[in-house]
């Protein structure tokens, strides 16, 4: 890997963690431990700040031969932090037409959960910081415009949320990868090279190895000004969401027809969506809502039918209101 440019500040780290610092995190709490150079400078930098008051996670995914040498790695290296690690062994792989990234990120976070809950019959855990940073999030940006995502997408990750009774954080998502790695050079520390980030297959390291060292070149600034639109994309999405919820509170639950007509087509589709993802865990293609929209239009008779194919199951007409419902379309 080559040398971090002088720009690359090592100290951006710690105006990260000084920043998170001051918004006083819940304690105690535990950082997800991958064994990698983000994962590993937080922990560093989080055992630094709060002794004793932190745990490591670290998710045995069962994908890669060298799964076992990263756990052995991370737990010698807590062993010398004198920071506990917990475990947490998961079977990560995907089923044909499955996205592997999803499949994992879906299984680290049961994992999440499962290691928070295990922890109930001691100090529980009440924070969880996660290491991801700024080329992860332009990353993201890139692969959700690649996608034609809307604002849910183009928003990327948030620095915080919560997950049942746990607070989430991602105090290092302001911070460039290099600067990373420049903060634990200088500190003479080791971390292990995940081989899957090689693998020019995938295309998130495609754009990792080969597109953000151009924008690096012809956009110096865009770590910074990629957040900024995820951040105005993220405040436009919360605008959404609560024009959402009192439509959808007008519409009722199933929505009606007659009040789903009376809205205009992008205020329809945006109650649509709402209803789908909070009723029913659902999220429609662009075609599926599209198709949708112009049955609804269409259903002004009595005998006008509604049933659609849409996510895992499908939509149909009951009387005056639309339901989702589980299954093929026209199968009991």
Known sequence: MP????RFDPHDLEQAMDAFAAAAPALPLAVAFSGGADSTALLLACAQRWPGQIEAWHVHHGL??????FER?????CVRLHVPLRVRRIDARHAPGQSPEEVARTRRYEAFDALALDGQARAAIKTVVIAQHADDQVETILLALSRGAGLPGIAAMPARWRRGDVDYARPLLGVPGPAIR????????????????ADARLTRNRIRARLLPVLDEVLPAFRATFARSAAHAAQAQDILAEVAAQDLAACGVPPRL?????LGAARRANVLRHW????????????????LQAQ???CRTRG???ELKLGQGHVRREGDVLRWAPGVPGRA
């Open 3 to 6: 040398a971090p440019s002088p």
């Open 64 to 69: 890669q031969a060298a799964a076992d040498d």
């Open 73 to 77: 790695h991370c737990a010698a290296l």
């Open 182 to 197: 420049a903060w634990l050079r200088a500190r003479g520390e080791g971390w292990i090279e995940d081989p899957s980030n």
């Open 258 to 262: 007659a009040a789903l007509r009376a």
């Open 276 to 291: 789908l993802r909070t009723a029913h865990g659902q999220t429609p293609s662009s075609a599926q809502l599209a198709a």
């Open 296 to 298: 609804i239009e269409a």
């Open 304 to 306: 006008h039918g509604i």
